[in-house]
């Protein structure tokens, strides 16, 4: 048998295939998105992956099971405790958490968002879930007033800082987030701290694309767990650039 010297792994955050047996502990019973938003739209074709075997995982209109995949497929159940996503995607390469990461779903401790704040030189409005887009369209305008950074969080275990660029410029969001990465260990080791830039006026606000995603690796490290998931992903992008270019 010849060995796998390549692999590309795609990951289609939220794109879920049913709910796992513990979704009631999550308020998840019946989560399905294939099958759901397939059934919003009145059928949702997918030829190409459901020749693979798409259509055999999950119930989808419009993508049909086949007795002729010529793929390998199966639906996976997660071995980590938890719900938020990034962990099933660290599992995926292998790396199992053994304890769920924290989610804030009445916002942060006040004592955790005051030493954010002693930290940062600014108060912060927010603190609570909400949705990136609405949330700065609901305190989009104050935050231009007063210039404090906007703090939410989500489901996942996420600590979001969003901050209009003429306000608060990139590089001073960047390192707002940076102070809030090294404050995050322990109890309160956040899987992701996510800088949320943005433009325009009120009414007309747009977030850009300046997400502070590359730059986890100079966030995350507090946990052990970064330094892993970093250099595997690190090794995997290397061997990705050499694959595209020995394919021309």
């Not at 794109?15 to 059934?39: F, I, K, M, R, T």
């Not at 410029?169 to 949320?196: F, K, N, Q, S």
Request: glycine share 12%; with cysteine; charged share 20%.
């Amino acid at each position: 048998m010849t060995a796998l010297k390549r692999a590309i792994l795609v990951v289609l955050d939220g794109v879920g295939a049913g709910a796992n047996p513990d979704a009631h502990a999550y308020g998840d019973d019946g989560a399905s998105s294939l099958e759901h938003c397939a059934q919003a739209i009145g059928g949702l074709a997918l030829p190409h992956l459901g020749s693979i075997g798409l259509g055999n995982i999950t119930p989808i209109e419009g993508t049909p099971p086949t007795d002729q995949a010529s793929g390998v497929y199966g639906r996976m159940i997660e071995a980590a405790a938890g719900k938020d996503s990034i962990s099933g995607h660290w599992e995926m390469t292998g790396v199992v958490l053994q304890k769920p990461l924290p989610t804030y779903p009445h916002g942060f401790p006040a004592d955790l968002v005051q030493a954010f704040e002693r930290a940062i030189g600014r108060k912060v409005i927010g603190n609570k879930v909400a949705s990136g887009t609405e949330i700065i369209k609901e305190l989009g305008e104050e935050h231009m007033r007063t210039g404090y950074p906007i703090l939410y969080t989500s489901a996942d275990s996420v600590f979001q800082v969003a901050a209009h660029q003429e306000v608060i410029p990139l590089e001073e969001l960047y390192h707002i987030c940076e102070t809030a990465r090294g404050m995050l260990t322990g109890d309160h080791a956040v899987g992701r701290v996510i800088a949320r830039p943005f433009i325009g006026t009120p009414g007309n606000f747009k977030r850009t694309e300046h997400r502070a995603t590359s730059r986890f690796h100079r966030w995350e490290q507090p946990c052990s767990i970064y330094s892993r998931i970093t250099a595997k992903m690190s090794s995997a992008s290397a061997r990705l650039k050499t694959f595209l270019q020995d394919a021309g």
